[in-house]
């Protein structure tokens, strides 16, 4: 069954641009013109992947995202405009997926939606590990994908909870930027260190009961990031 993605975007040429585009590559398309009607169309059906731009009437693409995080894991890619760092790495910390800057060409376009849509789609490997994994006051249900804190439930998305079992995985080790991003966004991504970064500390603030003295996952200045062993 094809993909289906909406576009949001207030800016109709951009619009028709991308929807061109997927629908040429198979894709589905549902379209909005801001934040609100993003929200109604997402609510009256099934979606797959959201593209949604910053700078829209009514609710903004940080509102729409925000509210979207409410209540769904759907993969998000924020529209930015080019030079516009603080509008990437807000949109990334409002828990969007990936980004997109504006003017992009449809061959970066799909080569992003295709990466997004993998890693939301591609089963996470746990075999040969037992059922549950407990480090301090986390502990993880692989059979289930649940990620607890004690006895609060977490809420990770698929780019999260890939990136948490990278550590679960590997305990005690050091994993460098260029290993994370690539087994976790893969070897296109290898040198996008700022999408690392914003999503490290998401996790540190749902997993950490004080995100700047993190214990689950710990930096090595000048290495890479490691889950230390728990003394016995």
């Given at each position: 069954?094809?993909?289906?993605?909406?576009?949001?975007?207030?800016?109709?040429?951009?619009?028709?641009?991308?929807?061109?585009?997927?629908?040429?590559?198979?894709?589905?398309?549902?379209?909005?013109?801001?934040?609100?009607?993003?929200?109604?169309?997402f609510s009256a059906q099934p979606i797959d992947l959201v593209l949604l731009d910053v700078m829209m009437p009514r609710l903004d693409g940080f509102g729409a995202c925000q509210r979207l995080?409410?209540?769904?894991?759907?993969?998000?890619?924020?529209?930015?405009?080019?030079?516009?760092?603080?509008?990437?790495?807000?949109?990334?910390?409002?828990?969007?997926?990936?980004?997109?800057?504006?003017?992009?060409?449809?061959?970066?376009?799909?080569?992003?939606?295709?990466?997004?849509?993998?890693?939301?789609?591609?089963?996470?490997?746990?075999?040969?590990?037992?059922?549950?994994?407990?480090?301090?006051?986390?502990?993880?249900?692989?059979?289930?994908?649940?990620?607890?804190?004690?006895?609060?439930?977490?809420?990770?998305?698929?780019?999260?909870?890939?990136?948490?079992?990278?550590?679960?995985?590997?305990?005690?080790?050091?994993?460098?930027?260029?290993?994370?991003?690539?087994?976790?966004?893969?070897?296109?991504?290898?040198?996008?260190?700022?999408?690392?970064?914003?999503?490290?500390?998401?996790?540190?603030?749902?997993?950490?009961?004080?995100?700047?003295?993190?214990?689950?996952?710990?930096?090595?200045?000048?290495?890479?990031?490691?889950?230390?062993?728990?003394?016995?």
């Amino acid at each position: 069954m094809a993909k289906r993605i909406l576009i949001v975007d207030d800016e109709p040429r951009y619009l028709r641009l991308l929807e061109a585009n997927l629908r040429t590559e198979g894709y589905e398309v549902a379209t909005a013109h801001d934040g609100v009607q993003a929200l109604d169309v997402f609510s009256a059906q099934p979606i797959d992947l959201v593209l949604l731009d910053v700078m829209m009437p009514r609710l903004d693409g940080f509102g729409a995202c925000q509210r979207l995080r409410e209540f769904s894991n759907v993969p998000i890619v924020i529209l930015t405009a080019r030079g516009e760092e603080q509008d990437r790495v807000r949109g990334l910390d409002l828990g969007a997926d990936d980004y997109l800057v504006k003017p992009f060409s449809a061959t970066e376009l799909l080569a992003r939606v295709r990466a997004v849509l993998r890693r939301a789609h591609t089963p996470t490997e746990t075999t040969g590990q037992a059922r549950f994994f407990t480090h301090g006051d986390l502990k993880i249900d692989f059979a289930r994908a649940e990620v607890w804190r004690g006895e609060e439930a977490v809420s990770l998305s698929a780019t999260e909870y890939r990136l948490l079992l990278q550590f679960t995985h590997h305990v005690g080790k050091i994993l460098t930027s260029e290993d994370l991003l690539t087994s976790v966004w893969g070897p296109e991504y290898k040198n996008d260190k700022e999408i690392l970064w914003v999503s490290i500390a998401r996790l540190r603030q749902k997993l950490e009961t004080d995100a700047h003295a993190p214990h689950h996952i710990v930096t090595r200045s000048g290495l890479g990031y490691l889950m230390p062993p728990l003394e016995s």
